[in-house]
C-alpha cells in the first residue's frame, strides 16, 4: 500500500475545498451552480421582468383609485367646455370655421392629458422619500433609464385612458364634433405632450423634498403655462408681444398641433408650421428626458 501513495497535489482538493463560494460558481456533476462567477453580471441587457413589474405596479396603484385619477377629470373637464361655452359660445359663435365647442374640445382633452401626466409621475418618487419607501425603487436590478422609462410609461398610459374618458364625456356635449382630420397629429401631439408633462413630473418629484413643493410646481407652473396655451382662444386676437410670449410656450405647440389633428386648422400657422412643431416637440422631449436620467444617475436628492 505504501508504494500507492503520493504526495498531496493542489488538483486533489475539490472544487469546494479550494474556494468556500466554487460550490455556489463551477459546474458539479453536469449542475450549474447557485451564483455565476464574481463580476458577471446577471442580467445582460434590458431587464424586462423588472421593468414590466414596475410599469404594473404603477399603473395598479392609479387604477386603485380610479374615481379620482380617471373619471374625475372627465367631470371636471366637461364642466370646463360647459362654463366657457355658456359664457362665450353664444349666438353660434364659430372659431377656426366651427363652433365653439368643437373648437375648445380637443384643447381640453389635451389640457387634461398632460395634467394627469405630470400627477402621476410627480407622486412615485415623492411619495417614496417621503414615506421612506424610495429603497423599494432603488433596490431592485433596475438601471436609472428602466426606472424613468417605467414611470414615464405608467403616466403616459394615464394620460391616454383619461384622453379617452374626456373624449367621450365631450361626446354627450351638444354640438360638440370630434372628427379627425389628421388622426397622424392626434396620436402624435397628444404622445409629446403627455410625455413632456410625464418627464416634466419626474423631474419635479426628484427635486421635491415634501408634496408642498410639488404642489407649487403644478399650480405656478403647469397651471398657467396650460391655461395660456390658447386652450380658450387663438392667439391671433392678441397683441403681438403676448403672441410672441405664446409662442415660447411649449404647451401651446401641443394645444394647437392637438386641435390641428381634429379642425384641421391651426394658429401655429401652415402645414409646414405644425410638422416643424411636432419635430420640435420631440427634440424638446429628448432633452428633458436626457436631463432626467442624469438627474437619476447622479443620486441628487435621492440617494444623499
Known amino acids: 500500500m505504501a508504494d500507492q501513495a503520493r504526495p498531496f497535489q493542489p488538483e486533489d482538493q475539490s472544487p469546494s475545498d479550494k474556494d468556500p463560494d466554487a460550490s455556489f460558481v463551477e459546474e458539479h456533476g453536469g449542475r450549474r451552480g447557485r451564483f455565476p462567477p464574481r463580476g458577471q453580471p446577471v442580467i445582460q441587457g434590458i431587464n424586462r421582468i423588472g421593468l414590466w413589474s414596475l410599469y404594473i405596479k404603477e399603473i395598479r396603484r392609479f387604477l386603485k383609485v380610479q374615481t379620482q385619477t380617471i373619471w374625475a377629470p372627465a367631470v371636471t373637464t366637461l364642466l370646463f367646455l360647459v362654463i366657457f361655452s355658456v359664457a362665450l359660445g353664444r349666438g353660434g359663435r364659430e372659431v377656426l370655421g366651427v363652433s365653439f365647442p368643437s373648437f375648445v374640445a380637443p384643447g381640453l382633452i389635451a389640457m387634461a392629458m398632460m395634467q394627469n401626466a405630470f400627477a402621476n409621475s410627480s407622486f412615485s418618487l415623492l411619495a417614496g422619500k417621503i414615506q421612506g419607501t424610495i429603497i423599494d425603487l432603488l433596490m431592485p436590478p433596475l438601471s436609472e433609464g428602466e426606472l424613468m422609462a417605467g414611470i414615464v410609461g405608467a ?150
Open 155 to 304: 403616466a403616459m398610459t394615464r394620460a391616454v385612458m383619461v384622453g379617452f374618458v374626456v373624449a367621450a364625456a365631450m361626446l354627450l356635449y351638444p354640438g360638440v364634433d370630434l372628427a379627425m382630420e389628421h388622426p397622424w397629429a392626434v396620436v402624435w401631439f397628444g404622445i409629446m405632450g403627455a410625455a413632456m408633462l410625464s418627464v416634466l413630473g419626474l423631474i419635479a418629484s426628484i427635486w421635491a423634498e415634501k408634496f408642498d413643493h410639488n404642489a407649487a410646481v403644478s399650480n405656478f407652473v403647469i397651471a398657467p403655462l396650460a391655461m395660456l396655451s390658447g386652450t380658450f382662444y387663438i392667439i391671433d386676437r392678441l397683441a403681438p408681444a403676448f403672441q410672441a410670449v405664446s409662442r415660447l410656450n411649449p404647451f401651446f405647440y401641443v394645444i394647437s398641433g392637438f386641435r390641428y389633428g381634429f379642425l384641421g386648422e391651426s394658429d401655429i400657422g401652415s402645414d409646414a408650421a405644425v410638422a416643424w412643431a411636432a419635430f420640435g416637440l420631440l427634440v424638446l422631449n429628448v432633452i428633458l428626458a436626457v436631463a432626467a436620467y442624469r438627474l437619476l444617475k447622479s443620486g441628487w436628492k435621492i440617494k444623499s
